[in-house]
Nanobody
Framework: QVRLVDSGGRSVRAGMSLRLSCVAS?????????????MGWFRQVPGKESEFVAV????????DYSDSVKGRFTISRDDAQDTLYLQMDNLRPEDTAVYRC?????????????????WGQGTQVTVSS
């Protein structure tokens, strides 16, 4: 079974940057590995539903972002290291959330959480003004 371990979250001031990492191992139930799966980042604050942040398809040729982070966040993947990244620049207090990486059910990118079959444990990002 695929295992995702995300890290990199911490408390920062508004305007600062952070880079989140997600290391993958194993295979999904359908037999996919990191290299053949789309990957995404979602975030959630207490009392609210999980929110799509960014997605990248299996070969990195398709990327999408939520409007709230477009132009500030950058998703990338290193297939040699089975690692997904989220570079977050110009952070705002409203970016405060638990961020989780996710492995897609297919190689194609999707913004819907139901399209992802495995999830990291989450890493807390707190941005103060």
């Amino acid at each position: 079974q695929v295992r995702l371990v995300d890290s990199g979250g911490r408390s920062v001031r508004a305007g600062m940057s952070l880079r989140l990492s997600c290391v993958a191992s194993g295979r999904t139930k359908s037999g996919r590995t990191f290299k053949t799966s789309s990957m995404g980042w979602f975030r959630q604050v207490p009392g609210k539903e999980s929110e799509f942040v960014a997605v990248i398809n299996y070969n990195g040729e398709y990327i999408d972002y939520s409007d709230s982070v477009k132009g500030r966040f950058t998703i990338s993947r290193d297939d040699a290291q089975d690692t997904l990244y989220l570079q977050m620049d110009n952070l705002r207090p409203e970016d405060t959330a638990v961020y989780r990486c996710a492995a897609g059910r297919s190689s194609a990118a999707s913004t819907h959480s139901s399209s992802f079959s495995a999830w990291g444990q989450g890493t807390q990002v707190t941005v103060s003004s």
